[in-house]
């Protein structure tokens, strides 16, 4: 192959970064979903608080305090993805510019997606916790509290593996960082 002809697929290849744009697009999209499913929730907390009970309302805020850090991951994945893969942001000189997008790569970014689900997680569990002394109340035999004790325990496993890798992507973040400061000082 000639070096014009290589040149020419290196620059296809390149800009082949941009058909991501859409999806960023479809995220945000997404996030209008979610905008509309929280005023939904909160239009139907405000209307029925007086004939709520305090748990029914902390569901229903918890479930809101979900929308929103759902909502905070798709603008992490929406900037950050389109500033890491696709093309820089012009934001130097903007006052509202977030702090963490000066210094986002995608290992930054790997970690504040998996920080953001043990977040998400956490508040699921928390309904959960919540929610399962209903159920059990409710349960009419034997079966019934099994299936809601494994489907807790489950959502345990699931918390706990969030957390663990979690801490295994930040500590192999921060070993090639550390693998990298010292190639480069060599």
Same mark, same amino acid.
């Given at each position: 192959?000639?070096?014009?002809?290589?040149?020419?697929?290196?620059?296809?290849?390149?800009?082949?970064?941009?058909?991501?744009?859409?999806?960023?697009?479809?995220? #945000?999209?997404?996030?209008?979903?979610?905008?509309?499913?929280?005023?939904?929730?909160?239009?139907?907390?405000?209307?029925?608080?007086?004939?709520?009970?305090?748990?029914?309302?902390?569901?229903?805020?918890?479930?809101?305090?979900? /929308?929103?850090?759902?909502?905070?991951?798709?603008?992490?994945?929406?900037?950050?993805?389109?500033?890491?893969?696709?093309?820089?942001?012009?934001?130097?000189?903007?006052?509202?510019?977030?702090?963490?997008?000066?210094? /986002?790569?995608?290992?930054?970014?790997?970690?504040?997606?998996?920080?953001?689900?043990?977040?998400?997680?956490?508040?699921?569990?928390?309904?959960?916790? #919540?929610?399962?002394?209903?159920?059990?109340?409710?349960?009419?035999?034997?079966?019934?509290?099994?299936? #809601?004790?494994?489907?807790?325990?489950?959502?345990?496993?699931?918390?706990?593996?969030?957390?663990?890798?979690?801490?295994?992507?930040?500590?192999?973040?921060?070993?090639?960082?550390?693998?990298?400061?010292?190639?480069?000082?060599?």
């Amino acid at each position: 192959m000639s070096h014009k002809a290589i040149n020419a697929l290196e620059k296809f290849i390149f800009a082949s970064r941009w058909l991501q744009a859409p999806l960023y697009l479809g995220l #945000i999209f997404a996030q209008g979903v979610y905008v509309y499913k929280f005023l939904a929730e909160l239009y139907h907390l405000v209307s029925h608080a007086t004939s709520l009970s305090e748990v029914d309302i902390m569901l229903i805020v918890l479930g809101l305090i979900d /929308v929103v850090m759902v909502a905070n991951l798709l603008i992490m994945v929406t900037v950050g993805g389109y500033q890491t893969f696709v093309s820089r942001l012009d934001l130097d000189d903007h006052p509202d510019q977030p702090e963490w997008l000066s210094h /986002v790569n995608a290992g930054v970014l790997k970690i504040k997606l998996a920080t953001a689900l043990i977040g998400i997680s956490s508040i699921h569990l928390l309904k959960v916790f #919540i929610d399962v002394g209903n159920k059990m109340t409710q349960a009419t035999d034997a079966f019934q509290l099994m299936v #809601i004790e494994h489907g807790v325990m489950y959502q345990i496993a699931i918390h706990v593996t969030f957390v663990v890798s979690a801490l295994v992507m930040a500590y192999t973040d921060k070993v090639m960082n550390s693998t990298l400061l010292m190639t480069k000082d060599h």
